[in-house]
């Protein structure tokens, strides 16, 4: 396996378990704040734009990016926030 692979692997790897670390938090209800979901809409972001170089070359990048994708929609749906208001 070549070191640029093995990179490739370790950063797709890395963010894959940070999105669903943030996933496990929403599910649990630990990120019922706007504010707070906002900001990590917007590390998402950042997320994305770090894995879109292995897009084109990993499949497995295009599967997180998509995750990372479907995760900052639901963290800024209208719905989710009205359905489970702060305490």
Same mark, same amino acid.
């Given at each position: 396996?070549? !070191?640029?692979?093995?990179?490739?692997?370790?950063?797709?790897? *890395?963010?894959? !378990?940070?999105? !669903?670390?943030?996933?496990? #938090?929403?599910?649990? $209800? #630990?990120?019922?704040? *706007?504010?707070?979901?906002?900001?990590?809409?917007?590390? /998402?972001?950042?997320?994305?734009?770090?894995?879109?170089? *292995?897009?084109?070359? !990993?499949?497995?990048?295009? #599967?997180?990016?998509?995750? $990372?994708?479907?995760?900052?929609?639901?963290?800024?749906?209208?719905?989710?926030? /009205?359905?489970?208001?702060? /305490?």
């Amino acid at each position: 396996m070549s !070191e640029e692979t093995n990179m490739a692997e370790r950063v797709i790897s *890395y963010f894959d !378990e940070e999105f !669903e670390s943030i996933r496990d #938090q929403l599910e649990s $209800g #630990q990120l019922l704040d *706007y504010k707070e979901r906002v900001i990590v809409s917007r590390k /998402i972001d950042e997320a994305l734009s770090r894995l879109s170089p *292995y897009v084109r070359s !990993e499949w497995r990048a295009r #599967q997180v990016v998509k995750s $990372g994708e479907t995760l900052r929609e639901r963290l800024l749906s209208v719905r989710d926030i /009205i359905s489970n208001p702060p /305490i």
